[in-house]
């Protein structure tokens, strides 16, 4: 390439300036990262990049590289930086990012103390009332020349003449009467009509036979009772004797409802409870009434005792063996005003319940393993006997989403209960007074500054404050002793006046006189 003279002299200064760049970019860029410019400042510090890779089958297995998984041969999955703890985690707790928390759904519900009600439910079917069961007898031998009642479940009224008998006994009461009349005999006269009211002969019957001077050993037999025909003994032409039954009368006046309650539901269940229940036949309709009796025993089969609930039948519209379903509202006793969680925050592990539980006052959100020991179930909720205190936060929703998180973090959680930290941590919540930031960090510093203290965190609304803390060297009533001599109440101890009355006027919570 031929170039000019007027070009030649700009070229050389192009090309001059494209080396000294050159030259100076080498010397910049490959200078000895041990000899830093003395306005340069390098922060290595290698252990905060550190990566933590574990197996996601075998979260025991935890390295600092990628690579395989020796007991299944899976890629190892990273589970967290070594210097992303968040400072304000307790020790086995689990830290995780706000986007965790909404993409696994994760909600907390408050533990708070309420009446505890469990929704019992029922099943059973109307019966007749046993106490309005009746049977209609024979007063007198003889035989059945005609029977009025043919079938079973007929309607019969008080006074109704249910059958015709033919009677030799009454035949010779009748004579006697006749006989005593004639001689005009008193006394025998008297004690032939009784004999006859005995055969349940009326007194105008007898004055009628005296009046007509006739015996008849025809006799109608009468009911005694109303009802409806359950069960007949007899058939037309059948010889009877007094006191036969004739026929098996029930009242459905008045009628009961027989549920069977399992063994487990026994404990909520007492005689007087309100119960509510309806008709699989008269849909619409509610019944109320209340227990008035438990079987005392259960059936060695079906492992239920009877219930019974006596109702009102005035239209005859319960009649028996209708299905019923019914609902009682039960409360456990001896567990009033108790702590509860729902169902759903609670993982069995067969010996062990265990809740997850959310520091409070994290600028991110933290949990931690509770066990914590269940009384009775309530239908979606649980009573908590121990182990939780009232304000407390806890996973009702996502709780096996932290628990796999914990699994992976080799840390305690639903199959682990070894914990990598200590070998015993105990929860408590004490009631702390005070009023502002202020107080917030006296009580903090002072419960912290007790030997043994691993986790304190007080609350502002509630004035709990929720502590972690090793058993073996410390307890809560020390904390709150110690919290105390900070000038707040705490616990069952008082804080001392002089120390009280030193602090600002912000964090004054007494109440003047």
């Not at 009467?177 to 009509?193: C, G, N, Q, V, Y």
């Not at 066990?371 to 121990?386: F, N, R, T």
Request: hydrophobic fraction near 35%; proline fraction near 6%.
């Amino acid at each position: 390439m031929i170039i000019s003279k007027d070009l030649k002299k700009p070229f050389l200064y192009v090309l001059g300036g494209m080396v000294v760049g050159l030259a100076a970019g080498w010397w910049f860029f490959s200078r000895s990262p041990e000899t830093p410019d003395e306005h340069t400042h390098t922060h290595p510090h290698p252990e905060e990049n550190a990566q933590v890779w574990t197996c996601s089958m075998h979260p025991q297995i935890r390295q600092d590289k990628p690579g395989k998984c020796p007991l299944c041969a899976m890629d190892l999955i990273p589970v967290k930086t070594a210097g992303a703890i968040d400072e304000a985690a307790s020790p086995g707790s689990i830290t995780l990012s706000p986007e965790a928390v909404a993409l696994a759904n994760i909600r907390t519900t408050q533990v708070n103390r309420s009446k505890p009600v469990k929704e019992v439910r029922l099943y059973g079917t109307i019966q007749p009332d046993e106490r309005l069961a009746r049977s209609q007898v024979a007063h007198t031998n003889g035989r059945i020349e005609e029977l009025f009642v043919r079938f079973t479940g007929e309607t019969i009224r008080q006074g109704q003449i249910i059958a015709t008998l033919y009677s030799p006994d009454l035949l010779n009461a009748q004579q006697e009467l006749l006989e005593a009349a004639r001689i005009r005999s008193t006394p025998l006269l008297e004690a032939a009509r009784q004999k006859l009211r005995l055969l349940k002969l009326t007194d105008s019957r007898i004055a009628a036979i005296e009046q007509s001077g006739q015996a008849s050993p025809l006799i109608d037999v009468t009911a005694d009772t109303e009802g409806i025909v359950t069960a007949r003994r007899v058939a037309q032409g059948d010889y009877v004797n007094p006191g036969s039954v004739l026929f098996e009368l029930t009242d459905l006046s008045s009628v009961w409802a027989m549920f069977d309650a399992y063994e487990a539901d026994l404990p909520y269940l007492k005689t007087g409870d309100a119960i509510s229940y309806v008709l699989q036949a008269l849909p619409g309709k509610t019944y109320t009434g209340k227990i008035s009796f438990i079987d005392p025993s259960l059936n060695k089969t079906t492992r239920t005792a009877k219930v019974r609930v006596e109702t009102p039948n005035p239209g005859r519209l319960l009649k028996p063996e209708m299905y019923a379903h019914a609902v009682v509202e039960a409360s456990p006793g001896g567990l009033e005003n108790s702590l509860s969680v729902p169902k759903t925050a609670v993982l069995w592990t067969g010996k062990r319940s265990i809740v997850y539980v959310k520091q409070p006052d994290t600028p991110t959100p933290i949990f931690s393993l509770r066990e914590i020991e269940l009384g009775p179930s309530l239908g979606d909720a649980c009573i908590v006997l121990s182990g939780l205190a009232e304000g407390e936060e806890v996973v009702s929703s996502g709780t096996f989403a932290v628990d796999a998180s914990a699994q992976l973090e080799g840390k305690r959680s639903m199959m682990n209960n070894d914990s990598p930290t200590s070998s015993g941590e105990a929860h408590a919540m004490l009631t702390v007074q005070g009023l502002c930031e202020m107080c917030k960090e006296r009580i903090e510093n002072a419960a912290k500054q007790t030997k043994g203290v691993i986790f304190a965190s007080w609350n502002m609304e509630t004035k709990q404050l929720h502590l972690e803390y090793d058993p073996e060297q410390t307890s809560a009533d020390a904390v709150a002793r110690s919290v105390a001599q900070s000038g707040h109440d705490a616990g069952a101890y008082k804080a001392d006046d002089k120390i009280y009355l030193a602090l600002p006027d912000c964090c004054k919570y007494r109440t003047p006189n």
